[in-house]
């Protein structure tokens, strides 16, 4: 039985390890963080070990998870570096930081370290999540499959190169149908629906139907002709969206998400 280490105990880590119980996780999980009532929490709600020590959790780890924030990547990294200079092999670190590339990685931690960047996402506590990874281009394919085979407990794993990882995280978001679920359900009970029925019928408009399409064999293109029939309602209330500037606006969004991407590889 392997080790895993998540070096933060913070909303992230909490979503892999519900996720964790959902699938058929057989490693033994070990949580560091500096804030002891968020490992209380992560050990009363599910079970892992904790670890205060910083030093001790990482020479206990066959794989590393550093899910801390980006502006912490670098602190935290120096830390580890020195734990790791005592001991007498490599660890496979994996990171969660938005923005922060490998080359970064790789010059705080020092050379014992080996790296790969995954981005999941916290709907993975559900046990569908969508997790993307990159790795170093020497990493061996058995630490590869390690990697993949761990993100794959709970959710679908897509390996992309890293030049397009910013642009992957700023699409996947889980945030974009959270947001456009409380806009449309707050403009539907503006047109007089209660706010119970506004939800369920806009979660029903975001999400049964992207379902049935990722589930089924038809084009999005071919299910939109469907629900949108030319002349009539649903019809018209897309193309008043597409006049409203709704593309520009996605766009715009996206822009500023890579921005902040990009921002955080300078950090």
């Known amino acids: 039985m392997s080790t895993i280490?998540?070096?933060?105990?913070?909303?992230?880590?909490?979503?892999?390890?519900?996720?964790?119980?959902?699938?058929k996780n057989r490693h033994r999980v070990v949580v560091h963080d500096r804030d002891p009532g968020k490992l209380r929490?992560?050990?009363k709600r599910y079970a892992v070990a904790v670890e205060p020590d910083l030093a001790r959790a990482v020479e206990q780890a066959d794989m590393l998870i550093v899910a801390v924030r980006p502006s912490s990547v670098r602190?935290?990294?120096?830390?580890?570096?020195?734990?790791?200079?005592?001991?007498?092999?490599?660890v496979l670190t994996v990171s969660l930081a938005a923005g922060v590339p490998l080359r970064v990685l790789r010059?705080?931690?020092?050379?014992?370290?080996?790296?790969?960047?995954?981005?999941?996402?916290?709907?993975?506590?559900?046990?569908?999540?969508l997790t993307a990874l990159t790795f170093s281009r020497s990493l061996p394919r058995a630490d590869r499959k390690c990697v993949h085979d761990f993100f794959s407990i709970f959710g679908q794993v897509v390996?992309?190169?890293?030049?397009?990882?910013?642009?992957?995280?700023?699409?996947?978001?889980?945030?974009?149908?959270?947001?456009?679920?409380?806009?449309?359900?707050?403009?539907?009970?503006?047109?007089?629906?209660d706010r119970k029925t506004a939800?369920?019928?806009?979660?029903h408009a975001l999400a049964d139907g992207i379902i049935a399409w990722r589930d089924g064999k038809h084009s999005l293109e071919s299910l939109f002709e469907e629900a949108a029939t030319p002349g009539g309602i649903a019809a018209a209330t897309a193309t008043g969206m597409d006049a409203a500037g709704y593309r520009r606006?996605?766009?715009?969004?996206?822009?500023?998400?890579?921005?902040?991407?990009?921002?955080?590889?300078?950090k």
């Open 41 to 43: 929490d992560l050990k």
């Open 159 to 193: 390996e992309i190169p890293e030049n397009k990882f910013d642009a992957f995280t700023v699409t996947y978001s889980c945030s974009h149908g959270y947001h456009a679920l409380a806009t449309l359900a707050r403009v539907a009970q503006e047109a007089g629906l």
């Open 249 to 266: 606006a996605v766009r715009q969004g996206v822009a500023a998400g890579l921005r902040r991407a990009r921002a955080n590889a300078g």
């Open 5 to 23: 280490v998540f070096l933060g105990g913070g909303r992230i880590t909490s979503a892999i390890l519900a996720g964790l119980r959902l699938g």
């Open 75 to 90: 602190e935290l990294l120096r830390m580890v570096g020195k734990v790791m200079a005592g001991l007498n092999r490599r």
């Open 199 to 203: 939800l369920l019928a806009s979660a």
């Open 107 to 129: 010059e705080e931690a020092g050379p014992r370290v080996i790296w790969a960047r995954a981005m999941p996402s916290p709907v993975c506590r559900s046990g569908r999540g």
